[in-house]
DNA sequence: ATACATACC
DNA sequence: TACTGGTATGTAT
């Protein structure tokens, strides 16, 4: 077979078809020479049998039946339809070659093993014997003495271990490649205040107007002197070098150099010439003796071919392509298409199966490409076979999604994995906060112990970012996963939450405002809202219920938008508030004029005098994530989600005994005792027909909600947590439905709560925010005993004022007052601070030595910060914060712990060296 | 929109 | 004993 035979030849290893995966990857620089097929033994014989083995092999597997599609479609193309092809390809050729650009001057430059190359310069010990950075587990570099062994980045340190048993496996210390990474990255701003770095090690240059000005420059300014290392003596310098009194370089000796012999001790100081050769040298040399570590760089017309330069004479070299079309085409055509990036290995198989290797044959083939490959795939090719690339800096292109993610040992226990989820959503959610963003898509990432990756993805109506909304999703998520094998386990080796869908700057913004708008219109007697003039009743006079709700549908943007479309869900939500809103606020009107001076009302002077802080809590999100999670496992009827219509509980005098005596229909403000929530939502159906009302309910069946009883969720699921503040969760539903309905949000007044935007309730006789977060927290409630008694513990939250710590909704942190004027207070400070978060061009710098997280960490290693053994970033261990100790789960992965301290400090990604 | 795969460091 | 973590994007449904 024709595939089988290129498949052989894609995989220059002993000729395992199945093994592209598995077998040495030997094409990227630095392991010219070495004897593959004993390494791809000794990696194969580790490996066999392995779980990840196995799931190595499946997916190879997969790509193989990929690759055979792929060679049936090939067998159906005929002739014409490549000559047609051919001709559509070429014309976009000549479109493509018409706005080639040559004129700028694009550099990559790459720290040579950079890692590798920190910790040997701070400990010559290693310089002269193999070492790679990570742990037995993972590596994130080598050096090169290692890598003639066959080790390198991404190889498991035991396997490593086997093909070099010598090698000295050293712990990352990302704090020390930072600081490096910001020495080297001070002198690539010389160059080009825009510098793209790509990740600690690399970055790319636009040098196009530094050498405009180079031109003019006197030899001074291109003069840098030899900083003699021996002595630790400065020579003069012309431009300032700094701080490194450290020892002469430590990899390469023997490279092909091109940055000035310092071994010529009688050389003092080095002119540097005007081409951009002569710059990039000089920059090279600058790192080196600011560093004491080598680089090595690209220079071409564009990214995608100063990036393979940057390798071609890796370590310690450079390369550079002249704006040539000739010298660049000529410079393509024995490039195999691996060297590019973004070609990988399941790319490079496909295309290996075609006989394609290089480019040039790369470029032979566009018309069978383009019939072959999607649009952006085979227009990729087609640039990358005619050598052209970015020529521009892209800006720094905001973040798309963000997430969390960590291996462990094996994971069986549904209450340790929901933990573990909270855990992730915590540690999530500080990052989110930190950048200031938003987002509505919540994914669950899951990865089983046989390697198999699983994730699951629901978008909610508005934007969250807190850990609570974050958790309400992904822990719904987690459930249906843990549901749909029951009894079984889910047995877990990694679990990840991302949020990404964004809410855009221009979308935030006016978001802000409404905010900051309804809450000076709903101005407080705290003090910091002066504004008082408006009120909810305000707005009821004006027959404007909408102007009550503005804060609501701005808020919720998406919504607004989707109700356009009306296709979602949430739209008819979101209209169906809008319309019961009205029509109760005028009932309520009417109500008032006759009750004038009843305590149940309120009255202008009360409602102006009120604090309503209505912000948007976890209970909009989870109960439409619930209801989701729910249809999902029972296939259930329209009826679970339901729970997330606004559906209203009337308490009748006292809030503290008799909570949840009646429901009341929003749409047609009828009372409802004794209902179950399957019947209430059905007469929600009913009403928005705009048939009958039913004022006498029946008990309708609620077969649903007895199996929810019966299969109760783990108590120690956020359920019982959301559940006790927040007393709409719809998690009451999935476990007591029938008693624990979950939208008893009513006021004294009456007032209708929205789910959305609800949570207020009076504090000693003012209203006042009560916020869910923190206040039923798992780890300080026994678990088990929370679920049954959640709505007692509301009740008491809403009557006991006394001892109500308040939580500020903003920053999560409870209050020490109970006064209310100075909760308020604090309040008004965290809205004011988000705002000005909003206002800030970038994100606040974050002093990485003092992050908290980091802290902890030094603390508990008491070391400087050291978190080769802690996951995550520092995350704290996840089951240490709420597992008892016997519990706490094994943390297998020991990488890049920190990496996104530093990101969210410089705005730029940081991956290990590769 | 969701799920999964590929790729990068 | 032991095979990462974070982000973007492509492919497929």
């Given at each position: 077979m024709e595939s089988l035979h290129h498949q052989g030849a894609a995989n220059s290893s002993s000729g395992a078809h199945l093994l592209s995966r598995i077998a040495l990857n030997d094409n990227k620089a630095g392991m010219e020479g070495l004897d593959r097929d004993k390494i791809n033994k000794i990696i194969l014989e580790t490996s066999k049998g392995s779980k990840f083995y196995e799931n190595e092999l499946k997916k190879e597997q997969q790509v193989n039946q990929r690759i055979e599609k792929m060679m049936e479609q090939k067998a159906r193309i005929t002739k014409e339809q490549l000559k047609q092809a051919q001709a559509e390809v070429d014309k976009l050729t000549c479109e493509l070659e018409r706005s080639r650009e040559l004129g700028r001057v694009i550099v990559h430059v790459d720290m040579d093993a950079f890692y590798a190359a920190v910790e040997m310069r701070d400990c010559p010990e290693l310089k002269d014997q193999p070492m790679a950075v990570g742990s037995m587990s993972m590596l994130s570099t080598s050096n090169y003495h290692a890598r003639r062994f066959g080790v390198r980045a991404a190889m498991p340190g035991f396997i490593a271990k086997k093909l070099c048993p010598n090698l000295v496996i050293v712990p990352t210390n990302f704090d020390k490649y930072r600081a490096v990474s910001a020495q080297v990255r001070e002198i690539f701003s010389e160059y080009d205040p825009h510098f793209m770095p790509m990740s600690l090690d690399e970055a790319y240059l636009d040098i196009t107007e530094h050498l405009e000005q180079r031109k003019h420059w006197p030899e001074t300014m291109r003069t840098y002197h030899i900083h003699?290392?021996?002595?630790?003596?400065?020579?003069?310098?012309s431009a300032a070098e700094s701080e490194r009194d450290d020892l002469s370089p430590v990899l390469f000796e023997d490279s092909p150099s091109s940055s000035p012999s310092l071994s010529g001790a009688d050389r003092k100081a080095e002119v540097f010439g005007t081409s951009a050769e002569e710059a990039v040298r000089e920059m090279r040399f600058r790192i080196e003796q600011k560093t004491s570590l080598t680089a090595s760089a690209g220079i071409a017309p564009n990214t995608m071919l100063a990036k393979v330069c940057s390798d071609k004479n890796k370590p310690n070299g450079q390369y550079r392509i002249p704006p040539e079309r000739q010298v660049v085409m000529e410079f393509m055509k024995d490039l195999p298409v691996r060297k590019v990036s973004g070609v990988g290995k399941v790319t490079e198989k496909m295309l290996a199966a075609l006989g394609i290797a290089n480019c040039d044959q790369l470029g032979q083939q566009m018309a069978l490409l383009s019939l072959l490959f999607s649009g952006s795939s085979w227009h990729n090719f087609l640039h990358i076979s005619l050598g052209l690339g970015s020529t521009c800096m892209a800006r720094n292109s905001e973040r798309k999604s963000i997430s969390t993610e960590m291996t462990f040992g094996e994971m069986s226990d549904a209450e340790e994995q929901y933990s573990l989820c909270r855990d992730l959503c915590h540690d999530l959610a500080e990052d989110l906060q930190r950048e200031g963003l938003k987002g509505k898509t919540v994914t669950l990432k899951l990865k089983n112990v046989k390697f198999e990756v699983k994730t699951r993805a629901f978008t909610l109506q508005y934007a969250v970012c807190s850990e609570e909304e974050i958790f309400a999703a992904a822990k719904d998520l987690l459930k249906v996963e843990i549901d749909s094998v029951s009894p079984q386990p889910l047995k877990l080796r990694l679990m990840g939450v991302r949020v990404s869908a964004f809410i855009s700057a221009e979308d935030k913004k006016p978001l802000q405002r409404s905010i900051m708008g309804f809450l000076q219109k709903d101005g407080s007697d705290s003090g910091s809202f002066t504004q008082c003039a408006g009120s909810v009743l305000k707005a009821e006079e004006d027959s404007d219920g909408a102007s009550f709700l503005k804060p609501q549908s701005t808020e919720m943007k998406e919504p607004s938008v989707s109700e356009q479309k009306s296709k979602s869900k949430g739209a008819q939500q979101q209209s169906f508030f809008q319309r019961a809103q009205l029509k109760r606020l005028q009932q309520q009107k009417e109500q008032m004029s006759v009750m004038a001076g009843t305590d149940t009302t309120n009255n202008s002077a009360d409602a102006a005098a009120a604090t309503p802080i209505d912000l948007p809590t976890t209970n909009n999100l989870s109960d439409t994530t619930s209801a989701k999670s729910l249809s999902n496992t029972n296939s259930g009827t329209d009826t679970t989600s339901h729970v997330s219509k606004p559906a209203v509980l009337k308490p009748s005098f006292k809030i503290s005994t008799q909570v949840l005596q009646f429901l009341i229909c929003p749409v047609c403000n009828t009372e409802m005792k004794d209902v179950n929530l399957t019947a209430f939502n059905n007469h929600i159906d009913e009403c928005l027909k705009g048939s009958a009302v039913d004022n006498e309910p029946t008990h309708l069946d609620a077969p649903k909600e007895q199996e929810e009883l019966d299969s109760k969720p783990p108590a120690s699921s956020s359920e019982s947590r959301t559940l006790k503040s927040s007393t709409h969760d719809s998690s009451c539903n999935e476990e007591k439905p029938s008693t624990s309905i979950s939208v008893p949000l009513v006021d004294e007044d009456g007032d209708f709560k929205t789910p959305f935007f609800c949570h207020r309730t009076k504090i000693n006789g003012k209203r006042s925010v009560i916020s869910k977060k923190k206040m039923p927290v798992f780890e300080s409630s026994s678990k088990s005993s929370t679920t049954t008694h959640d709505l007692e513990a509301v009740t008491e939250m809403s009557s006991n004022s006394?001892?109500?710590?308040l939580t500020c909704p903003v920053c999560s942190q409870p209050q020490s007052t109970d006064d209310l004027v100075l909760f308020n207070r604090h309040v008004d400070l965290c809205l004011n601070q988000d705002v000005l978060l909003e206002f800030r061009e970038s994100p606040p710098p974050v002093d990485h030595s003092e992050e908290p997280a980091l802290k902890s960490v030094r603390g508990q290693l008491g070391d400087q910060g050291r978190v080769s053994e802690v996951k995550g970033k520092s995350k704290r261990q996840p089951s240490s914060s709420s597992l008892p100790p016997s519990k706490k789960i094994k943390v297998l992965s020991t990488k890049h712990t920190i990496d996104k301290f530093f990101k969210s400090n410089a705005g730029q990604k940081v991956y290990p060296e590769r």
């Open positions: 003699d290392a021996k002595t630790g003596n400065d020579a003069d310098m006394k001892d109500s710590s």
